[in-house]
């Protein structure tokens, strides 16, 4: 793949603050028009990595080019080429929607007739239309986020950064934001999105850079990442809680491994190889001990176990040293 | 949707237009705020009116003015004085808050010029200062102050007071960006307070404990507070130390040092948001 197809390209990025390596060479390529996840635990490195490429943030090594120009030789280029979401929601709170868009659209340099002409598009495309002159600060916290969106797009960008675009979001206000980025992804705009959220990397992203520590450490689609923590797994949930470790035991001796024990959900879980013999093994031997079970369920993994899997920490986890991992 | 992508400016004189242009337009968002929460701007205002009503009355009648006088004549050249000092506190929440928003980021994120975020905020807050001196004034009037020795030094006067506002400015602004968020505004009004009190506007500093006379003496403020009674030709409390009699050359030197040590400050400040 030339350069030319890659609407951001970064190359050993490194950034320091004082003894903290938050980026330690970083490697990014995106594909243009397609959606690209950054998925890691706070503090990986992905706000700054979003940082550096939308040109705000130095790295103390390395370069990245952004819709085919340089963050750090030609910032004037790329800027006009790009629309950042940041993880606050970055608008005037005292003026309205309306005069939020005109506001942006001017300093965009569209003129007065195209900035309002600009606006009323945006704001009917996010569901704004009719929000009056209400200042934004009275919104509600979804609103202000498409708001957010929109004054991203004002120049229909060719890429689009969104870090952690639904993080203190309500679960309706979340899939509105997920409709928003697949309709412009449909529209050709290449996406580079950050989260913690493993089903919204699973949900929106075409592939996915695993980042840990400032560095990417897998890269995939998320079906292939799926794959790479191999097995499917067998979750069994049990009716009586007394009955649990006994049910625990039975699937760790048809699995041959240590089974994943969370006692709240009542449930046991662990990996297994042979899909059907495991699954009529652990049927067969539930029945033999008498051991009623409410669900018995084979699935892949979760991004969740494959998150796990590669870091060695759960994505929710801050934490550096290396937390235990379940068999 | 089809967007046309205004061309990026390539010589000294478009880039100069693009930064006029984007100064301008954060301009007009400051003023579009007061539009939109008069109430607010009106509070703003009648504050320091209201510390003048109650000083000129409450306190007024029992004040001894230096070589006679009426206390409103003694007083409103102070008022003036701290209402630009207190400008101070508008431009650190202004400059803070934005920095909290993540507005400053995508101000920065955009293809516009940077330095508009600074020049735009810097005429704003000039032009309402600008309104509160001359409400101030108008109040001035009401209560019994008026100018002596003519308009030109009156405005003269004016000019000093509002030169100390604009150095201000940029201590506001330097102080808006290291603080990041406007939390730590009560600090602000701590730091101001008593600069304002610790200085010639309401006693003499003659009569402070020798050391605090002497700050109260070199304040900036007790600078531009000399100089605007001599200009307008209202009492002052005199007094023989070499800040007092040459307050004319240090409201001039104050602010130009103040500026001189704060713009630079500031431009390195919002430079280093990209370090």
């Not at chain 1, 959220?197 to 995939?220: M, N, P």
């Amino acid at each position: 793949m030339t350069t030319t197809d890659l609407a951001v390209a970064a190359e050993g990025l490194r950034k320091r603050y004082g003894d903290t390596a938050a980026l330690d060479g970083l490697d990014l390529a995106v594909p243009a028009g397609t959606v690209r996840g950054l998925l890691g635990p706070n503090g990986a490195g992905k706000t700054t990595t979003v940082r550096i490429l939308a040109t705000l943030l130095r790295p103390d090594e390395g370069h990245a080019t952004v819709a085919g120009f340089d963050v750090l030789d030609r910032p004037g280029e790329v800027r006009p080429r790009i629309g950042l979401l940041g993880q606050r929601t970055a608008v005037d709170e005292i003026l309205s929607g309306r005069q939020n868009l005109e506001l942006f659209g001017r300093l965009h340099h569209l003129g007065a007739r195209a900035a309002r002409a600009r606006a009323t598009e945006l704001l009917d495309r996010f569901g704004l239309g009719d929000t009056g002159g209400k200042p934004v600060g009275r919104y509600s916290g979804g609103m202000r986020r498409r708001l957010d969106l929109a004054a991203a797009l004002i120049l229909a960008p060719a890429v689009l950064f969104l870090d952690e675009p639904t993080t203190g979001l309500d679960p309706r206000a979340r899939l509105e934001m997920w409709d928003a980025v697949r309709a412009l992804a449909r529209e050709g705009t290449t996406v580079l999105l950050t989260t913690h959220y493993l089903d919204e990397a699973d949900h929106l992203a075409d592939t996915i850079s695993v980042v840990d520590h400032g560095r990417v450490v897998a890269e995939g689609t998320p079906d292939e990442l799926k794959s790479r923590t191999g097995d499917d797994r067998i979750d069994v949930v049990v009716r009586d809680p007394a009955t649990l470790p006994a049910a625990a035991e039975l699937l760790a001796r048809v699995s041959g491994t240590t089974a994943h024990v969370d006692p709240d959900l009542r449930r046991a879980g662990a990996p297994v190889r042979d899909r059907a013999t495991a699954l009529t093994g652990i049927v067969q031997a539930l029945a033999d001990a008498g051991i009623d079970a409410e669900d018995i369920a084979l699935r892949r993994p979760t991004l969740d176990e494959v998150f796990l899997h590669l870091t060695g920490h759960r994505a929710g986890e801050p934490n550096r040293n290396g937390q235990e991992v379940p068999a | 949707m089809t967007v046309h992508v205004p061309p990026i400016p390539r010589t000294p004189a478009a880039r100069l237009r693009w930064a006029l242009t984007d100064g301008w337009t954060l301009t007009r968002r400051a003023l579009t705020h007061w539009a939109r929460r008069p109430a607010q701007v009106v509070v703003g205002l009648l504050f320091p009116v209201m510390t003048v009503l109650m000083f000129r009355y409450l306190f007024g009648g029992q004040m001894r003015v230096p070589g006679g006088g009426g206390y409103a004549e003694f007083l409103l050249p102070g008022m003036y004085a701290m209402t630009m000092a207190f400008g101070l506190e508008t431009t650190f929440a202004a400059v803070s808050g934005d920095a909290a928003k993540g507005v400053t980021d995508r101000f920065r994120s955009l293809p516009m010029t940077s330095s508009a975020v600074v020049t735009g905020r810097a005429v704003a807050d000039l032009l309402n200062s600008a309104l509160a001196l001359a409400l101030m004034v108008a109040c001035g009037l009401a209560v019994g102050w008026r100018w002596h020795d003519g308009a030109g030094r009156a405005l003269l006067a004016v000019g000093l007071l509002l030169l100390l506002r604009f150095a201000l400015l940029w201590a506001g602004i330097y102080l808006g960006l290291v603080a990041g968020s406007p939390e730590l505004l009560a600090a602000v009004q701590i730091l101001v307070w008593p600069v304002g009190f610790l200085s010639n506007v309401f006693a003499a500093p003659s009569t402070m404990p020798g050391w605090l006379g002497a700050i109260a003496e070199w304040n900036p403020l007790s600078a531009t507070v000399s100089a605007a009674r001599e200009l307008f030709g209202n009492p002052g409390w005199g007094g023989g130390s070499w800040a007092a009699r040459h307050s004319l050359l240090l409201a001039v030197l104050w602010p130009m040092l103040i500026t001189f040590v704060f713009l630079p400050l500031s431009v390195r400040r919002f430079r280093r948001l990209s370090r």
